[in-house]
């Protein structure tokens, strides 16, 4: 069974800059959830989708952040305009309906300079 | 709100030792779900375990053992026999059920670093 899947792997952009990344997730995983881990750190979540609908945005700064996962599969996470306080690996992770556990892709490694 | 602890940011030990690690955890909630990932230096979080809060049977799979007290709120993990493989930064999560019956996004500890020295 193939693994979450996320591109690009790594990103250098200047600050102001606008930046993509996309998740593709475990097959029949409804669940898909964006977490930002500065180096350091624990990784933070920024959004849950069930499908195609948001659960729990609480902690994505909407002012610069969007995310969408139009069919319900997979999952666009956007920076507009990025800053340098941006520069972390962008986690996706994916999970089963009734099934507690995430598992998560390799993430995207993003410099701001 | 929820909050994990992981107050040991690193740990160095020989190979072959035991090492324990240390996690706490806060929540208002009383059906929550606590968790244990790897992150080895390729950087990719690996699943190990996941405990309920209704169930505070310790659980042992190989050199791995789990702790999980509620009266303490803690939610120990122990490696026997330490092996260089065991390198990794290893990081503590809670998560709650939401109301669609899934579960909601994991808080995450700080993380400790586990040196495994050969």
Sequence with gaps: EAGVAQSPRYKIIEKRQSVAFWCNPISGHATLYWYQQILGQGPKLLIQFQNNGVVDDSQLPKDRFSAERLKGVDSTLKIQPAKLEDSAVYLCASSLPGIYEQYFGPGTRLTVT | AQKVTQAQTEISVVEKEDVTLDCVYETRDTTYYLFWYKQPPSGELVFLIRRNSFDEQNEISGRYSWNFQKSTSS????????????????????????????????????????????
Excluded: E, R
């Excluded at chain 2, 669609?100 to 400790?112: E, I, M, N, Q, V």
């Design chain 2, 75 to 118: 939610f120990n993990f122990t490696i026997t026999a330490s092996q260089v493989v065991d390198s990794a930064v290893y990081f503590c999560a809670l998560s709650d059920m939401y109301s669609g019956g899934g579960a909601d996004g994991l808080t995450f500890g700080k993380g400790t670093h586990l040196i495994i020295q050969p």
